[in-house]
């Protein structure tokens, strides 16, 4: 199998910057399309092209000359992606689920009709109809929404509460969906490649911040019983194989109060909760996904070290040119690995970088957690 194939990258973020860094230990020629030659990624792909990434000319002229074309951002224009599957390119992922995906309705009646365990569900064309359905008692909240397209870091999500917060209920397709009363949330990443392999990573926990509705750490593994792993690893498998994925798929779940594990929703690239499998893990996300895109071997998933990933968020009063205040004393913690994604600037909440922590157990990695959110802040100049 050769390696000189020249893959393409829609989306110049994070995570493709991270996907670059992995690829050049094999010497890999990545390329990348996004609208910002500023981006994360630019310096470190072999060529940068200006362009957006759902723009269907820019996605076919940028794919022309590449053998594989992958993503690090759902919202792509998959029209294009599918000409380009049609002329003899591997497109990972397909753009047919992608479109599945992209949809957050159409990915919960996914789940429903093969028998995949979810939160109970409706589709809605606006909020006028949602509040006709309150109205009518068919919805009684608590509940929650969320935008069919175009959602992300926790955008286009809102808890419902009580009918005395129905005014934050936004407009357009949405889907409606049961409170789970929820322990804990979770989080798989399974992997596959054309030759059949199928593996996943450890499960991981997820806790997330309040306020901004994204995840601010996780820690692996999982706080959970042998039972409840057993149910997550193999939900993890089941969606997977249905839906006939290459590459990788992050699953992320509900535990409920009750000990059922549900599908909330998944993505088709690497994800937010497999950051720490760089340290953490034999093999990190983003090998496993050049392993698949290549049709290579799949790699050793296993855990090396309990681990805790901490999401660098811009401080919620800032906005402007990014620092990072306390980064001197946190670089003098051992088994403390920071990276910053490289974003010139810092709004509230946005992801600028993570912080992962290696140690024995929950209890060591959690103590020099709580010293470095008491140290590092990301601020404005």
Same mark, same amino acid.
């Given at each position: 199998?050769?390696?000189?194939?020249?893959?393409?990258?829609?989306? *110049? #973020?994070?995570? !493709? /910057?991270?996907?670059? &860094?992995?690829?050049? =230990?094999?010497? @890999?020629?990545?390329?990348?399309?996004?609208?910002?030659?500023?981006?994360?990624?630019?310096?470190?792909?072999?060529?940068?092209?200006?362009?957006?990434?759902?723009?269907?000319?820019?996605?076919?002229?940028?794919?022309?000359?590449?053998?594989?074309?992958?993503?690090?951002?759902?919202?792509?224009?998959?029209?294009?992606?599918?000409?380009?599957?049609?002329?003899?390119?591997?497109?990972?992922?397909?753009?047919?689920?992608?479109?599945?995906?992209?949809?957050?309705?159409?990915?919960?009646?996914?789940?429903?009709?093969?028998?995949?365990?979810?939160?109970?569900?409706?589709?809605?064309?606006?909020?006028?109809?949602?509040?006709?359905?309150?109205?009518?008692?068919?919805?009684?909240?608590?509940?929650?929404?969320?935008?069919?397209? *175009? #959602?992300?870091? !926790? /955008?286009?999500?809102? &808890?419902?509460?009580? =009918?005395?917060? @129905?005014?934050?209920?936004?407009?357009?397709?949405?889907?409606?969906?049961?409170?789970?009363?929820?322990?804990?949330?979770?989080?798989?990443?399974?992997?596959?490649?054309?030759?059949?392999?199928?593996?996943?990573?450890?499960?991981?926990?997820?806790?997330?911040?309040?306020?901004?509705?994204?995840?601010?750490?996780?820690?692996?593994?999982?706080?959970?019983?042998?039972?409840?792993?057993?149910?997550?690893?193999?939900?993890?498998?089941?969606?997977?194989?249905?839906?006939?994925?290459?590459?990788?798929?992050?699953?992320?779940?509900?535990?409920?109060?009750?000990?059922?594990?549900?599908?909330?929703?998944?993505?088709?690239?690497?994800?937010?909760?497999?950051?720490?499998?760089?340290?953490?893990?034999?093999?990190?996300?983003?090998?496993?996904?050049?392993?698949?895109?290549?049709?290579?071997?799949?790699?050793?998933?296993?855990?090396?070290?309990?681990?805790?990933?901490?999401?660098?968020?811009?401080?919620?009063?800032?906005?402007?040119?990014?620092?990072?205040?306390?980064?001197?004393?946190?670089?003098?913690?051992?088994?403390?690995?920071?990276?910053?994604?490289?974003?010139?600037?810092?709004?509230?909440?946005?992801?600028?970088?993570?912080?992962?922590?290696?140690?024995?157990?929950?209890?060591?990695?959690?103590?020099?957690?709580?010293?470095?959110?008491?140290?590092?802040?990301?601020?404005?100049?």
């Amino acid at each position: 199998m050769s390696l000189r194939k020249k893959i393409g990258i829609l989306g *110049a #973020g994070q995570l !493709g /910057k991270m996907l670059a &860094i992995e690829g050049a =230990n094999w010497h @890999l020629d990545l390329e990348a399309l996004d609208s910002s030659s500023n981006s994360p990624a630019a310096h470190l792909v072999h060529k940068m092209t200006e362009g957006h990434f759902n723009d269907y000319q820019a996605v076919l002229d940028f794919g022309a000359d590449k053998d594989i074309i992958t993503i690090e951002i759902e919202h792509v224009n998959t029209d294009a992606l599918r000409v380009l599957k049609q002329q003899g390119k591997t497109v990972i992922p397909d753009p047919d689920v992608l479109d599945i995906i992209k949809d957050k309705g159409r990915q919960k009646e996914f789940y429903k009709q093969h028998d995949l365990p979810t939160s109970p569900f409706a589709l809605y064309n606006d909020k006028a109809e949602v509040l006709a359905a309150v109205e009518n008692g068919t919805w009684i909240a608590p509940f929650v929404q969320k935008s069919r397209t *175009a #959602g992300y870091d !926790g /955008k286009g999500v809102v &808890i419902i509460k009580s =009918n005395n917060e @129905l005014h934050k209920l936004v407009d357009g397709p949405c889907v409606i969906e049961e409170a789970v009363d929820i322990d804990k949330e979770l989080a798989v990443i399974a992997v596959a490649n054309k030759m059949g392999e199928l593996k996943i990573f450890p499960v991981v926990e997820m806790l997330f911040n309040p306020e901004a509705n994204l995840v601010e750490n996780l820690f692996c593994p999982a706080r959970i019983d042998d039972t409840t792993r057993k149910a997550a690893e193999t939900l993890a498998i089941s969606t997977m194989q249905a839906y006939g994925l290459q590459g990788l798929l992050a699953i992320e779940m509900f535990l409920s109060k009750d000990g059922e594990v549900l599908i909330n929703e998944v993505a088709p690239r690497p994800h937010n909760s497999g950051h720490h499998t760089i340290e953490a893990c034999v093999s990190s996300q983003y090998q496993q996904h050049l392993r698949a895109l290549l049709n290579l071997p799949l790699g050793d998933t296993s855990l090396r070290s309990p681990a805790m990933m901490i999401n660098l968020l811009g401080h919620p009063d800032h906005q402007g040119p990014a620092m990072y205040s306390g980064i001197e004393e946190v670089l003098k913690i051992s088994n403390v690995f920071v990276h910053i994604y490289g974003k010139e600037t810092t709004k509230p909440f946005r992801k600028m970088g993570h912080i992962t922590i290696l140690g024995d157990d929950f209890e060591a990695v959690n103590t020099k957690a709580n010293q470095i959110r008491q140290t590092l802040k990301v601020i404005s100049s």
